[in-house]
């Protein structure tokens, strides 16, 4: 599989009406980005069926689901939509697989418990059911933060897929998962060189995730504390998890990750709207930074 060093993370790539999502993913892919990451949570598509629609309108660009919920179909129906993907577009479909987080779990009408062994039935289940699929070849990562959900992932998939991480965290994951497998962290850009206006940005978007405990206790992880979640979050935490400057600047963030032992980054480009035009500028900028 082909992914590039540089692929493309984004919400509405899982939420806008699809003609529009057929187009910004073909320009992704002319722009020479190498995957194309897209999501599941409330108000979403439904993820395969997503990551179908994206490899149908493009011809070469890597499709990820990043992430999957194992709460949302058990894992036979995972099982048999990832041997569907993976057949049909042979070389360019990646699974990701995630425990999600409590409060998205409960409104699912699920207990959020012992997630790391949750994690492995579901892989269970999973790999008990290939035999009574059709078989494609396609890697399946997991979502990872914390050291047991890296090692499993290093054990029982090809790798990790991370998120609102900054590289300090991307090195400690390579460390644990070791030389051979995948690690393809996330990283939030934004094309902006006014200090306070591209913070502003950093913070709209870090509120969902600021009252998340599993990012939180991850972040505390890597040093930073409960004065940096408040208030929207400090300006270190802000430049920490958001890349914001000019393009080349952004571009280093990138290259940081990949120093650190990223195998591949996917960047989400921020803008005030959420809209896809917006970010579709950024990505176009960003590509002769980035060596595209």
Do not use: C
């Amino acid at each position: 599989m082909h992914t590039g060093h540089v692929g493309v993370w984004h919400p509405l790539l899982s939420r806008a009406p699809v003609q529009q999502v057929r187009r910004a993913a073909a320009e992704i892919e002319e722009l020479g980005y190498g995957a194309l990451w897209a999501h599941e949570a409330p108000g979403t598509k439904e993820p395969f069926v997503n990551a179908a629609l994206l490899l149908a309108a493009t011809e070469r660009v890597a499709v990820g689901i990043g992430i999957a919920s194992i709460w949302g179909r058990d894992a036979t129906a995972t099982a048999a939509g990832w041997a569907t993907l993976a057949e049909a577009f042979p070389g360019r479909f990646l699974l990701g697989l995630g425990v999600s987080h409590s409060p998205l779990v409960s409104g699912r009408g699920h207990t959020y418990a012992k997630p790391l062994a949750a994690m492995r039935a579901y892989l269970d289940g999973i790999d008990a059911a290939k035999p009574e699929v059709p078989q494609g070849d396609a890697p399946r990562l997991l979502a990872a933060l914390k050291p047991k959900m890296l090692e499993l992932s290093r054990d029982r998939a090809e790798g990790a897929h991370t998120y609102f991480v900054p590289p300090e965290h991307t090195a400690l994951a390579r460390q644990i998962l070791g030389p051979d497998r995948l690690l393809v962290p996330e990283q939030a850009v934004v094309i902006e060189t006014d200090p306070a206006r591209a913070r502003e940005i950093a913070r709209t978007y870090m509120s969902y995730y600021l009252v998340l405990p599993n990012y939180l206790n991850n972040l505390r992880d890597l040093g930073f504390t409960d004065d940096d979640f408040a208030d929207g979050g400090s300006d270190r935490l802000a430049d920490a998890i958001v890349a914001w400057g000019d393009a080349e600047t952004v571009a280093r963030r990138v290259r940081d990750h990949l120093a650190a032992g990223a195998d591949h980054v996917a960047i989400q480009p921020l803008s005030p709207l959420s809209d896809l035009d917006d970010a579709l500028i950024q990505l176009k900028a960003l590509a002769p930074a980035l060596g595209l």
